[in-house]
């Protein structure tokens, strides 16, 4: 079972615009990404707050078009 994120403990991250679950690749005008996801973690509680997909190498590539 996955631990449960604090997200909703953040209400800063919602007006960054960032979600529980973001993609980590910008292509000038959409986020995606098809790499492995990363847990971010609050270093003071050692709590999950959010994930992030990372882009794996077809993203590079793609978003260098």
């Known amino acids: 079972m996955e631990t449960e994120l604090e997200f909703?403990?953040?209400?800063?991250?919602?007006?960054?615009g960032l979600t529980k679950d973001n993609l980590g690749c910008y292509c000038g005008s959409s986020f995606f990404a098809n790499g492995e996801w990363i847990t971010s973690i609050n270093p003071a509680t050692g709590k999950p707050i959010a994930r992030v997909r990372e882009g794996n190498?077809?993203?590079?590539?793609?978003?260098l078009d």
Do not use: T, V
Request: charged share 50%.
């Open 57 to 63: 190498m077809d993203d590079y590539k793609k978003s």
């Open 8 to 16: 909703d403990k953040y209400p800063f991250l919602k007006e960054l």
